[in-house]
């Protein structure tokens, strides 16, 4: 059974890249919203790495400082600069059995704060969160929370836990990919604060646990649709783009509710939203004033 679920587990999450875009030369508050979001999604995607290569692409990002957290199978990265500190939380790893039983761990538990949480993703946090606290207790830098998978739903708890405690620096926002459902609706109510769930298209872990089981996600939902694109869809569009979703990437002898769900998916389908977006914006400063030429945002680096 153990072996069935990692290698399940090891077709969702995928494999890590081992290359940045993002380039920071301020705070992460200048940023623009997709800008922010494909930060925090190569952040995800880092997290999965050795301590010693996440360094290093984190320092590529601009963010040379790394502490690096392991408790019981349990981890989590804090990125940060002289502006800002970046809880990361690392996602399943598919031969570690302590985050396959969190997984797979559907019962729930009662929450720190109102409602009910799913018990394996709050034993998660818990390895970690006594760790977590002693490190943040001091911070005075603006404190952001990201995570992808089951990183994802760490980050969700782990944010509303720094949210409702003592440690003076409040969640700034949280940014999520591939998120399963966190808790009942009254967790994921009661603790208000700025989030962003990004799904992309038939990634199946976003539709676990099952909504008939009274779980519910966190946040507000951002929809990458079959060709990656952000869309606001209604339920019965939303239906028909996952069925062709579904049936293209059959053509491409992927399989559809695993391959969406890696994350480096997320940061490519990102990064393709920002180069349009910014590719927008001048092309209507031009067309405004065509012999004003404003300095561009900075170009996404390229890969060596």
Same mark, same amino acid.
């Given at each position: 059974?153990?072996?069935?679920?990692?290698?399940?587990?090891? /077709?969702?999450?995928?494999?890590?890249?081992?290359?940045?875009?993002?380039?920071?030369?301020?705070?992460?508050?200048? !940023?623009?919203?997709?800008?922010?979001? *494909?930060?925090?999604?190569?952040?995800?995607?880092?997290?999965?790495?050795?301590?010693?290569?996440?360094?290093?692409?984190?320092?590529?990002?601009?963010?040379?400082?790394?502490?690096?957290?392991?408790?019981?199978?349990?981890?989590?990265?804090?990125?940060?600069?002289?502006? %800002?500190? $970046?809880?990361?939380?690392?996602?399943?790893?598919? %031969?570690?059995?302590?985050? !396959?039983?969190?997984? *797979?761990?559907?019962? &729930?538990?009662?929450?720190?704060?109102?409602?009910? +949480? #799913?018990?394996?993703?709050?034993?998660? +946090?818990?390895?970690?969160?006594?760790?977590?606290?002693?490190?943040?207790?001091?911070?005075?830098?603006?404190?952001? @929370?990201?995570? #992808?998978? /089951?990183?994802?739903?760490?980050?969700?708890?782990?944010?509303?836990?720094?949210? *409702?405690?003592?440690?003076?620096? =409040?969640? #700034?926002?949280?940014?999520?990919?591939?998120?399963?459902?966190?808790?009942?609706?009254?967790? +994921?109510? #009661?603790?208000? *604060?700025?989030?962003?769930?990004?799904?992309?298209?038939?990634?199946? +872990?976003?539709?676990?646990?099952?909504?008939?089981?009274?779980?519910?996600?966190?946040?507000?939902?951002?929809?990458? =649709?079959?060709?990656?694109?952000? &869309?606001?869809?209604?339920?019965?569009?939303?239906?028909? %783009?996952?069925?062709?979703?579904?049936?293209?990437?059959?053509?491409?002898?992927?399989?559809?509710? @695993?391959?969406?769900?890696?994350?480096?998916?997320?940061?490519?389908?990102?990064?393709?939203? $920002?180069?349009? %977006?910014?590719?927008?914006?001048?092309?209507?400063?031009?067309?405004?004033?065509?012999? @004003?030429?404003?300095?561009?945002?900075?170009? /996404?680096?390229?890969?060596?």
């Amino acid at each position: 059974m153990g072996g069935i679920a990692a290698n399940v587990v090891g /077709l969702l999450d995928g494999g890590a890249q081992s290359k940045v875009y993002s380039s920071l030369d301020g705070p992460i508050e200048n !940023l623009s919203i997709l800008r922010k979001s *494909l930060l925090f999604a190569e952040l995800s995607n880092i997290s999965y790495l050795p301590r010693t290569e996440a360094g290093y692409l984190a320092y590529e990002i601009g963010l040379p400082e790394i502490r690096y957290y392991d408790n019981d199978g349990a981890q989590a990265y804090i990125f940060a600069n002289k502006w %800002d500190t $970046v809880v990361t939380c690392r996602g399943t790893q598919p %031969d570690d059995w302590n985050d !396959l039983k969190a997984d *797979l761990d559907l019962k &729930r538990a009662n929450a720190e704060t109102v409602g009910w +949480v #799913h018990r394996g993703f709050k034993q998660e +946090v818990d390895d970690l969160w006594p760790r977590l606290e002693q490190a943040l207790v001091n911070n005075t830098r603006t404190l952001w @929370f990201a995570g #992808h998978s /089951l990183g994802a739903a760490m980050a969700a708890i782990c944010a509303g836990r720094c949210k *409702l405690s003592y440690i003076k620096s =409040n969640p #700034h926002a949280l940014f999520t990919y591939g998120s399963p459902r966190v808790g009942n609706s009254r967790y +994921v109510n #009661h603790c208000q *604060l700025e989030a962003y769930r990004w799904v992309n298209n038939n990634d199946i +872990v976003t539709r676990v646990p099952p909504a008939w089981l009274g779980f519910r996600h966190k946040g507000q939902e951002v929809y990458l =649709n079959a060709y990656g694109k952000i &869309r606001r869809l209604t339920w019965f569009q939303r239906f028909k %783009d996952r069925w062709h979703g579904f049936f293209r990437s059959l053509k491409e002898r992927k399989f559809d509710p @695993f391959s969406d769900h890696s994350i480096t998916q997320y940061v490519g389908h990102i990064r393709a939203a $920002v180069e349009e %977006d910014e590719a927008i914006s001048l092309r209507a400063t031009y067309a405004t004033n065509p012999r @004003f030429a404003p300095p561009a945002a900075a170009p /996404l680096r390229r890969a060596a």
